[in-house]
């Protein structure tokens, strides 16, 4: 028997998850939580909102996707402890009335653009060299730009937009409420956490900003553990491909000048760091930040370091820790 399709997400459905409690069991005491609510599973529609209202406070997910995970457990617990709450991970009552303080609306209507859907789309070649003969690096899709227009898997844009024309200029299709949040104030400190591979933004003071989740280094590569500065910020970079430098380089590999774009191997964004040859960077992958190891770096989602380079300058303090 074939799969049952999913269930439909509606923007009614979405904005109204989580605004009310779950009614207690008959019989249940008050302000108990009862077995099966504790062990209920979350709607797609109340992770989607969540992950949104997430992203809204600088506490990102990574890719939103509607799926429970340890992307979505670090965000939450990120913001819970940013909120004076228990970080449980856990989407529980404390924690949906501090994410109910933004009351926007999690899924708006947006009309697509000329320049959403003008291309040029081009399929991104698998090896460097080839990628070297590229004007661009840019999107290989409308559904990867849309994507990371509003930081949503393709995947969910979709079944978000049933029967929509991603490709024609004036279609009015759901997405993620992302673009209008608020920027983060400068940051005093950049703090990567290999444990459960974090890189949180501080004030002076210490309190939390932001949070974004990363892949860390590898055994091959491991993150130098330390205190680093940033030593600037390249937006939109050309990458510079060095094959002594990667174990796993491909057998005659030779250098190569690859151009900018967001399918770069370093993304939009490089922020260079006061150890050689590292840096914190985005991403042509967003699904693999937080689930893959990197070759030493600190990655990010491209619109999550793009976020970052407006929080950070030269001479931030940057500590790398287990």
Known sequence: MAASAPTALTAE?????????????????????????????????TLLRAQV?????HFSAGEIDAAAGSNMRLALAGFQKRSGLEPSGTLDEATWAALN??????LV???LLDTDVAGPFDAIPASMAEKAKLSALGYSSVAEALGEKFHVSPALLARLNPGKD????????????VLDTEPLPKAAKIVVDRSDRSLTLLDAAGTILAQFPSSTGSSH?????????????????????????????????KKAKLPAGPNNPVGVAWVDLSKDHYGIHGT???????KTQ??????????DVATLTGSVGYGTEVLLQE
């Not at 491991?222 to 491909?250: C, E, M, Q, T």
Request: with cysteine; net charge positive.
């Open 13 to 45: 459905a979405v904005n109204n998850a989580g605004k009310t409690p779950e009614p207690p069991a008959t019989g249940a005491k008050p302000g108990k939580a009862t077995k099966a609510a504790k062990a209920a599973k979350p709607s797609a529609a």
């Open 53 to 57: 209202l997430l992203d809204r406070a």
């Open 101 to 106: 303080a933004d009351t926007a609306d999690a």
């Open 109 to 111: 209507t947006y009309t």
């Open 166 to 177: 991603l490709s024609r200029a004036g279609e009015a299709i759901l997405v993620p409420n």
């Open 221 to 253: 590569d491991p993150l130098p553990i330390g205190s680093w500065k940033v030593n600037g910020i390249a937006r939109n970079p050309v990458y510079h491909y060095n094959p002594k430098l990667f174990w796993d380089a491909s057998p005659g590999d």
């Open 284 to 290: 042509p992958l967003p699904a693999s930040i937080g």
């Open 294 to 303: 990197s070759h030493g770096c600190i990655r990010l989602t491209n619109w």
